[in-house]
């Protein structure tokens, strides 16, 4: 569950990230996931050539609000990409499947509606256990680090064809 089944012989994207500039808004709720999910974007980018003073970390309370964030942030001018960071984790009611939910529509509908890739890096789990093993320290998996290796490559397409 939740593995992508690679191919032996899949194609590799190009990651080249160099002049990029991505925005990377992080929910405080469940903050020792997120930090570590945050550790992973930044590498992530780093390793694909994304200067440090290219990447701007906004906090937010919590998931849901990370859609209003990728949005006041695109709508600010000049990002190539948002990588939306956060950490549902499921409980005895149903504020889990309103707050994951909103959060994953809201992020898909900011991107259709900016035309900036917006990058779903919420971890929605059933316990802490699970959500340690998706935001691993480097070498590990890590939903951050995959991110911002989504960011990178959707930001490359949008260069590749800008609006007419
Ligand atoms: N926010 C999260 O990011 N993760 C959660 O697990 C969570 N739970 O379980 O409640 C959560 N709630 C807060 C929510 O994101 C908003 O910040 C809050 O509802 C105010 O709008």
Do not use: K
């Not at 070498?139 to 609006?163: C, D, F, I, K, Q």
Request: overall charge negative.
């Amino acid at each position: 569950m939740g593995i992508d089944q690679q191919s032996a012989g899949r194609v590799a994207p190009m990651l080249d990230g160099a002049g990029m500039r991505v925005g990377v808004v992080c929910g405080r709720f469940n903050d020792t996931i997120t930090l570590r999910l945050l550790d992973g974007a930044v590498r992530g980018l780093q390793s694909m050539g994304v200067a440090e003073a290219d990447v701007a970390v906004e906090w937010v309370p919590g998931a849901f609000e990370v859609p209003f964030a990728a949005r006041t942030l695109i709508r600010s001018g000049g990002f190539d990409a948002i990588i939306g960071l956060g950490c549902v984790i499921r409980g005895d009611t149903s504020h889990y499947d309103f707050v994951a939910g909103e959060c994953a529509r809201g992020l898909q509908d900011v991107e259709l509606e900016t035309g900036v890739p917006v990058i779903f890096g919420v971890l929605t789990t059933e316990d802490v256990e699970q959500a340690l093993a998706r935001s691993e320290p480097a070498g590990g998996h890590n939903v951050g680090e995959e991110g911002a290796h989504t960011a990178v490559e959707m930001a490359t397409l949008v260069r590749r064809y800008p609006p007419a």
